[in-house]
């Protein structure tokens, strides 16, 4: 159950060159992350109120450069589901081509910074999402 967003490069999000400097994909990623909370019916406003969810790490392949104007379709799949983290491979694509591919590990975390058990309705939210793997840490 993928989840999909998509992302018009901006102006913002170029180099001089009119190519998408790296950094503005991370932001795009954050963005998408931040929407499937919203399709879930948890939006960050209300989950940041009691915890959060910080990226952990994160490791990602650049493929194919994005250029301004571009419509990139950023698609989300969840492949675990822990205790307190989750794990997520993150895929943009253009017209056919994909131009990056991100491996993201997000941690359920208390307001004091702490890991912490997924809460039993967002967990509840997300289990229907994983795919391809066990869940569990």
């Not at 400097?21 to 939006?43: K, Q, S, T, W």
């Amino acid at each position: 159950m993928a989840f999909d967003m998509v992302q018009k490069v901006l102006f913002k999000h170029c180099d001089p060159a009119g190519i998408v400097f790296y950094p503005r994909y991370f932001e795009m990623i954050n963005d998408c992350v931040e929407a499937f909370f919203d399709h879930l019916g948890h939006p960050f406003e209300t989950l940041h109120k009691t915890g959060a969810v910080p990226t952990a790490e994160i490791s990602t392949r650049f493929t194919a450069p994005s250029r301004h104007g571009d419509l990139l379709t950023l698609g989300l799949d969840v492949t675990r589901l822990g205790r307190s983290s989750l794990g997520l491979i993150l895929t943009a694509r253009c017209a056919g081509e994909t131009r990056f591919t991100a491996s993201s590990t997000l941690v359920y975390i208390t307001p004091e910074g702490r890991p912490a058990p997924w809460p039993e309705a967002l967990r509840a939210s997300l289990e229907p999402h994983v795919k391809g793997q066990e869940n569990g840490e």
